[in-house]
């Protein structure tokens, strides 16, 4: 079963992430029949891949979930909250067993908790072991042991006014049919090609954990003649004998009388039934107009790695050209970096992956914390399409979760407060990620409390954060910008969600790890708005080549605001740091060749080359000895060997065969 293992981990994600989705929306619109029957299915998918693959935990709880909502949709349940959490809490099991199938695991879980909370269809099941115990017959007896629910009946009502013909099939396998719930999965998988199955005997559940002996049968609704149909599964492997009838007709008597809870069913199936057709006319073109498969991300990591030996090849070959003034070569080269631009283009694209894969997670985390501290909150999400570098999104999950509690804990206030201020009963969170540049920006904002300028200051003074002298002379930007220091929290009691300094300092570090940055901007008692800047990709990036004496630097062109060369007269000493004036604005000075423990032979020039940098807020002039220009390069790390290297996140390898290391501007902005 290993070779299938990737894709049932894949769709297992794919399925488990839909019932998430979709009971949220449940919980909005309870009466919406859709929604049910679209969990259901995803469920009842999970099931049948988990009993093929061998995972009976999982298999048995989408099992019991498969209970509870088919109790939902034939009207016998509400839909009520105590429900939702159960389902929510069986979902959290499934997760867990698919994770722990991920790492190499079993899939194996206590779950007779949460089981025993699913358990309520006890007397179906007993009447689903009834029926199955008889062993089937002929196809005439086969006819006479069809005993439709309330539901089916609608079902195959709705189907047959639509045209669908019924046919009650009798499959026997081979006796000594190998793994049968593959083989009753592959003969499920034609028969749905070409129509629906409405029923089984036995029970789904019951082929799917193979406890049945050779023969099954399938009530089958299709447009297709009955001799294509027994041809498609006779051509199935271990199938020893297809026999097909056309359907009897429903008895009238047993009709139901339509009640009123039945009179929503027909809303629903007339959306369902419409499927089976679609299927059958659509196959062609599906085949032949798939445009998507799936590519292990290795692949593209090889394919990502091998361009960018191309990247440093290419500027090897453009630094020989210049030297050798060739005009054919010139020209091929010129040639040669238009069509690596455009692949690498194609390969950065292929690497891009939606930001809604990280922001799915989010609703169902809000849900539970509306509960866990009773406020209301809504969470509006813009721009889900926007897309980032696959080793981007892997890393950004956790500083926004970081960022989304705070907002809610500390920002959004209790519904009685709220109220008392005017402001509406609900919080409201939105997430909004866009593109600028280079660079994906996602903002969380709040219309909460804002941040507390006096607490803050009270906070960090008390955490020994800043000292007395710094409290006066900082701006509010700057105040709001401590509550990123380590250690450092505003709540007033420690909880499960906040109060022990652990947070935002963890997201600063990890986005400036990244090459990114957080800031934030507030107004007290109207909410707050942090915004994160992160590179579009971590691999091959833009930069601008310094020099050092004579080592050659480079620094990203995403921190650089601008290069200058100013006069020593207008460096001014201010405190005990040298600044200059750029632009209105008073920016400190950096030597980067007294950083980085350089002889500096240039002591006494009238003339320094400076690059203003920017990080949030703040900005620093570096004072370098020349600029060399721009050029694209591979960000290679330092290895295992130099880890930790201050203000240096990488290195890179020019055309001549140099080594440059890349400066990391954050971490000489202070």
């Known amino acids: 079963m290993n070779q299938y293992l990737d894709v049932f981990i894949d769709e297992s994600k794919e ?39 061998g995972y009976t935990d999982l298999a048995h709880l989408t099992h019991l979930m498969e209970n509870v909502l088919d109790a939902i949709r034939n009207g016998e349940m509400p839909v009520t909250s105590d429900w939702l959490d159960v389902l929510f809490e069986a979902l959290d099991h499934l997760e867990e067993m698919v994770q722990s199938i991920i790492d190499g695991g079993d899939g194996k879980r206590d779950i007779s908790e949460v089981s025993a909370k699913l358990d309520v269809n006890a007397v179906h099941e007993t009447a689903a072991s009834a029926e199955t115990a008889e062993p089937p017959g002929s196809t005439q007896q086969a006819s006479a042991e069809w005993n439709y629910d309330e539901f089916e009946r609608t079902v195959i009502e709705e189907a047959e006014e639509q045209g669908f013909s019924r046919y009650e099939i009798t499959v026997s396998l081979n006796e000594n049919c190998m793994l049968k719930a593959v083989r009753v999965y592959m003969i499920f998988e034609k028969l749905n090609e070409a129509g629906e199955v409405a029923k089984t005997i ?20 299709t447009k297709q ?23 009897a007709p429903l008895k009238t008597a047993e009709k139901p ?53 191309l990247v440093i090849d290419r500027g090897r070959l453009e630094q020989i050209a210049k030297e050798l003034d060739h005009n054919e070569l010139t020209e091929t080269v010129e040639r040669l970096t238009r069509i690596s631009g455009d692949l690498q283009s194609i390969i950065l694209n292929m690497r891009m992956v939606p930001v809604e894969t990280v922001f799915n997670r989010f609703p ?20 889900a399409e926007t897309e980032l570098d696959r080793t981007v999104i892997d890393e950004i999950g956790d500083p926004l979760v970081h960022l989304i509690r705070n907002s809610i804990d500390h920002g959004i206030e209790s519904p009685e407060v709220r109220v ?52 006066e002379t900082l701006e509010d930007n700057e105040i709001y910008e401590l509550i990123f220091a380590p ?62 004496e004579e080592e050659t630097f480079a620094i990203p062109i995403s921190s650089i605001i601008e290069t200058a060369v100013i006069d020593k007269k207008d460096i001014l000493q201010t405190h ?55 050029q694209e390069v591979v960000l290679k790390s330092l290895g295992d060997y130099l880890t930790n290297v201050f203000a240096i996140s990488g290195a890179t390898i020019l055309g001549n065969g140099e080594v440059a290391l890349i400066i990391d501007c954050n971490a000489l902005i202070y």
């Open 15 to 53: 399925h488990l992430q839909t019932c998430n989705e979709k009971l949220l929306l449940l919980e909005k619109d309870p009466s919406d029949l859709q929604i049910v029957h679209d969990i259901f299915r995803a469920a009842h998918t999970l099931k049948g891949m988990s009993a093929t693959m």
């Open 202 to 221: 036995p029970a789904a559940e019951v082929l799917e954990t193979e406890d049945f002996g050779t023969d099954f049968q399938v009530c089958f609704l």
């Open 225 to 247: 003649p009955a001799e294509e149909i027994k041809e498609l599964i006779s051509g199935i492997s271990e199938v020893e004998k297809v026999e097909l009838s056309v359907g």
């Open 257 to 309: 009388q339509a009640p009123e809870p039945v009179k929503e069913v027909p809303a629903k199936t007339a959306e369902k039934q419409p499927k089976p057709q679609a299927k059958a006319e659509e196959q062609p073109k599906h085949h032949s107009g798939s445009k998507t498969i799936r590519v292990n991300i290795e692949r593209l990591d090889s394919s990502m790695n091998l361009f960018e030996e």
């Open 364 to 383: 169902r985390m809000i849900r539970q914390l509306q509960k866990e501290l009773n406020k209301k909150i809504e969470l509006s999400i813009i721009g």
């Open 420 to 471: 008392n201020k005017g402001k509406p009963e609900s919080g409201h969170v939105v997430l909004k990620p866009y593109h600028s540049g280079n660079h994906v920006f996602i903002e969380v904002e709040d219309d909460g409390a804002g941040l507390n300028r006096k607490k803050i200051l009270e906070k960090a003074l008390e955490r020994n954060v800043i000292t007395e002298r710094d409290a």
């Open 487 to 548: 250690g450092f929290s505003t709540a007033d009691q420690i909880s499960d969600i906040s109060g022990r300094g652990v947070g935002l300092d963890v997201v600063k570090n990890k986005l400036e790890s990244l090459g990114g940055s957080v800031s934030v901007k507030s107004a007290e008692g109207q909410g707050s708005l942090f915004s994160i800047q992160l590179p579009l990709t971590l691999s091959i990036i833009s930069v601008l080549l310094i020099k050092l």
């Open 576 to 630: 005990d740091r040298e600044v200059i004036d750029f632009r209105g604005q008073i920016v400190p000075i950096v030597y980067l060749k007294k950083e980085f423990g350089i002889t500096d032979s240039k002591q006494d020039a009238d003339q320094f080359h400076v690059i203003v940098v920017k990080k949030g807020d703040k900005s620093t002039a570096f004072v370098v000895d020349s600029f060399i220009g721009q």
